[in-house]
């Protein structure tokens, strides 16, 4: 149980272009999802956090403008990185909480998803 | 401003022994420590926690120190195997101004234990 997937694993766009990921929590229901980004070798740095019904909260220096989320359901939360440019080429990796867990703290991450802008 | 750091980015240890992990922070707010398990290609899973208020929690092989005066959390895997190498994250969570939490990561170690 307690499966997080992601679409696409990976891919590649052009400069401009915006591209969406999902994220589905599989087999449980998700109150809330977190995007973060990780460029090699660094760690896990947290995007924003995202629940259902309502606003993504964006950490410092995300440009809420350019990834835009929605989690419009218990079981799915969307980025579109909008009008991407090679910078924003990175490892993006989503995570969802299990409304039901016991354990607060607990949450389940997806395989990420690779994205490469030329 | 790296608030978790793991200061050593890989770390070799021979099957049966044991292996430790450091993970060091700044912000004395943070009130639950995490530690993640990475294998390739797939997203990390939640290992093993510990509450500020607790200096050791135990599971299994697993056992996480933690040392707050000295602001330092420890991984122990006993005794190690090879299906343990992979990357390990250490993780703080501490509260944000509008009551929800947020998960600050360390940049990981990579551990391979040698067969």
């Known amino acids: 149980g307690a499966v997080v997937s992601q679409h696409p694993s990976w891919v590649i766009c052009k400069s401009g272009t915006s591209v969406k990921i999902e994220c589905r929590s599989l087999?449980?229901?998700?109150?809330?999802m977190f995007w973060y980004r990780q460029f090699p070798k660094q760690s896990l740095m947290l995007m924003a956090t995202?629940?259902?019904?309502?606003?993504?909260?964006?950490e410092q220096g995300v440009e809420k403008d350019k990834f835009l989320i929605n989690h419009a359901s218990l079981t799915l939360s969307t980025l579109t990185v909008t009008s991407a440019h090679p910078e924003d080429s990175s490892f993006y990796i989503c995570?969802?909480?299990?409304?039901?867990?016991?354990?607060?703290?607990?949450?389940?991450f997806g395989p990420g998803t690779r994205l490469t802008v030329l | 401003d790296q608030q978790v750091k793991q200061n050593s980015p890989s770390l070799s240890v021979q099957e049966g022994r044991i292996s430790i992990l450091n993970c060091d922070y700044t912000?004395?707010?943070?009130?639950?420590f995490l530690w993640y398990k990475k294998y390739p290609a797939e997203g990390p899973t939640f290992l093993i926690s510990?509450?500020?208020?607790?200096d050791k929690n135990e599971d299994g092989r697993f056992t996480v120190f933690l040392n707050k005066s000295a602001k330092h959390l420890s991984l122990h895997i006993v005794p190690s195997q090879p299906g343990d190498s992979a990357v390990y994250f250490c993780?703080?969570?501490?509260?944000?101004?509008?009551?929800?939490?947020?998960?600050?990561f360390g940049t990981g170690t990579r551990l391979k234990v040698l067969a």
């Open positions: 510990i509450s500020s208020i607790k």
């Open positions: 087999d449980f229901q998700a109150t809330t």
């Open positions: 995570s969802a909480r299990d409304k039901a867990a016991k354990f607060l703290h607990e949450q389940f």
């Open positions: 995202s629940n259902e019904g309502s606003k993504a909260t964006y």
């Open positions: 912000n004395s707010m943070f009130d639950y």
């Open positions: 993780a703080a969570s501490g509260v944000t101004t509008s009551g929800t939490y947020k998960y600050i």
